[in-house]
């Protein structure tokens, strides 16, 4: 008799944590729509949600500090004048996010720094090109600020944020149910209404040529909803219904290198699950190579780990509670001393409360467990997006997850650059290293060694990375240096211009900081003037208004 082995793997023994009452957030209403979408979403300083607010469509979003019970008052986003169907944060902005809508419109957001004080109505960007709803809308992970919305009017948009462009438009042949960028921004696949899965490529000029791949016949026989998402490795996973109404999932090829497996070939490998009518939503961490499947009404979060051309079972954890939706803590904001390795929150409709989950690898060292933690994602584009829609092509910038966190010794003693100076060194420095580009493309390049556009922008903003980064250089064309004294003249005006440009950022760094502290004195002085402010003013318990007394 021969017994059954399960495949061995450092992260079969995950256990999770779920957070207390008083560590998670309630006293929201979380909205009632059907879309099979998670609406919650979360970055490492804030936490977003749908909310009902008895018509039209508005969202929250608090620090990820905020727990406990948000006031009724709470500031939100008054975002569309229908339902929000999906929303999603910028990955190289924390301070940025996009919804769409049943209002045939899709709006990008700037988030302040802090609590809000009052709600918001007017977006960063309206991006109005569909003739129908809009229900989904997915970020590149190579490129900075273009954006990708799929409507019911089968039509999908390739958006450039900050210009409010359409960049690319492809036409489907059926509705699209999920859309899932390629590892490398590429390529992206679609599950539709047909259960058919596709892979275009957006930048194809020939509309006959822009599908390159689709399975061969239906991923999965049931009539309910598909979703899918690409993995490393030129892999994809999916997860649907058989004919039986069972759950099940299949790993697919989708390599365009012949000999490779792709989506005419079929699935590597296909499993089912359970007989519960929930979508199955699909979590990636493509550092761990691990794979999680969330349904939407479920109790338990299964976990899998992608080996090659196949997928191994490792765990489930189980909860009390039915979760409606789940959003997923980037890896840059996980806390490596514990060994967490995903951070989940889920929503509990029936609470009104999103509660918190991290999930932890045990290991008995209290050392930095580097085999846990391989390079990771950085919150920064490799290219622009005016360089991808001309054809150039990135990996994700790959850094170690050290260089992305701050220090608790920095956090403690609060020498640290303010995120308003940051993002200004940043913006700064992206226009030095942009003006440098121009002159060495229109002069040629004077000096022995030509530095690409990313490691100027980095020594210009003080972003440190350890001196490691996996990103894929953009080949922009080496100019032949250039002995014109006219041209090298104007090379240095260029660098004396930057130079100032430099010193202003550094100026306006000061001022932030000094404000900052003339802020926080004050702050001091209101709290410790409460006591005799309380004696001075009295607040009617019934009406709520204060009143002074004589």
């Not at 339902?83 to 902005?93: A, E, S, W």
Request: hydrophobic share 35%; glycine share 8%.
């Amino acid at each position: 008799m021969t017994s059954f082995r399960l495949p061995s793997s450092k992260y079969r023994h995950v256990f999770s944590t779920s957070s207390k009452r008083e560590n998670s957030y309630e006293g929201f209403r979380y909205t009632k729509s059907s879309c099979d979408n998670p609406l919650c979403a979360a970055n490492p300083k804030f936490l977003a949600f749908c909310i009902d607010c008895g018509g039209g469509g508005a969202f929250q979003v608090i620090p990820l500090s905020k727990v406990g019970r948000l006031p009724a008052t709470y500031p939100r986003f008054d975002a569309h004048s229908g339902d929000i169907l999906d929303i999603q944060f910028n990955p190289f902005d924390d301070n940025m996010i996009a919804t769409c809508s049943d209002d045939t419109t899709v709006k990008v957001w700037e988030i302040p720094e802090g609590e809000m004080r009052q709600s918001i109505g007017e977006p960063y960007r309206e991006l109005a090109g569909h003739q129908k709803k809009v229900h989904i809308i997915e970020w590149h992970p190579v490129a900075a600020n273009v954006l990708l919305s799929a409507g019911g009017d089968n039509v999908i948009l390739i958006w450039n944020v900050l210009e409010g462009q359409i960049m690319f438009m492809l036409e489907t042949p059926e509705q699209v149910f999920c859309v899932s960028w390629t590892w490398t921004g590429n390529y992206f696949a679609t599950s539709s209404k047909d259960l058919y899965i596709r892979l275009y490529d957006p930048r194809e000029e020939d509309p006959d040529k822009q599908m390159i791949q689709i399975t061969p016949e239906r991923a999965h026989e049931g009539k309910k909803q598909m979703q899918i998402k690409c993995l490393r490795g030129d892999r994809l996973v999916s997860t649907g219904f058989g004919r039986q109404s069972d759950r099940q999932y299949s790993l697919w090829g989708i390599s365009t290198e012949k000999g490779e497996p792709s989506l005419e070939s079929g699935p590597l490998m296909t499993d089912e699950l359970d007989q519960t009518s929930g979508v199955l939503f699909i979590v990636y961490d493509p550092d761990s190579h691990m794979v999680y499947f969330v349904g939407r009404g479920d109790t338990t979060i299964r976990f899998y780990e992608v080996k090659g051309d196949t997928i191994s079972y490792l765990n489930l954890q189980s909860f009390s509670e039915p979760h409606k939706g789940v959003a997923v803590l980037p890896k840059r904001g996980l806390n490596i001393n514990t060994n967490e390795i995903m951070r989940f929150f889920r929503v509990l409709p029936n609470k009104n409360m999103i509660e918190v989950v991290a999930w932890t690898v045990p290991r008995k060292s209290d050392m930095f467990q580097a085999d846990l933690y391989p390079d990771t994602a950085a919150n920064r584009p490799a290219i622009e997006a005016d360089e991808w829609q001309a054809g150039a092509n990135a990996e994700p910038m790959m850094v170690p997850i050290q260089s992305l966190q701050e220090s608790p010794e920095r956090k403690i003693s609060g020498d640290t650059r303010s995120t308003g100076a940051s993002r200004a060194a940043a913006i700064a420095a992206r226009a030095q290293a942009r003006a440098q580009q121009l002159a060495d493309e229109k002069y040629g390049q004077v000096g022995a060694t030509k530095q690409s556009r990313y490691e100027k922008e980095k020594e210009a903003a003080g972003f440190v990375t350890n001196g490691h980064s996996s990103a894929t250089p953009v080949d922009s064309g080496e100019g032949a240096p250039s002995t014109d004294p006219s041209s090298q003249k104007h090379i240095a005006q260029l660098v004396d211009e930057m130079r100032k440009l430099t010193l202003v950022v550094k100026a306006h760094e000061a001022r932030i900081k000094q404000l900052e502290e003339q802020l926080e004195s004050q702050q001091q002085t209101n709290n410790n003037n409460e006591g005799s402010a309380g004696s001075l003013i009295d607040v009617d318990p019934v009406s709520g208004k204060n009143g002074i007394t004589h």
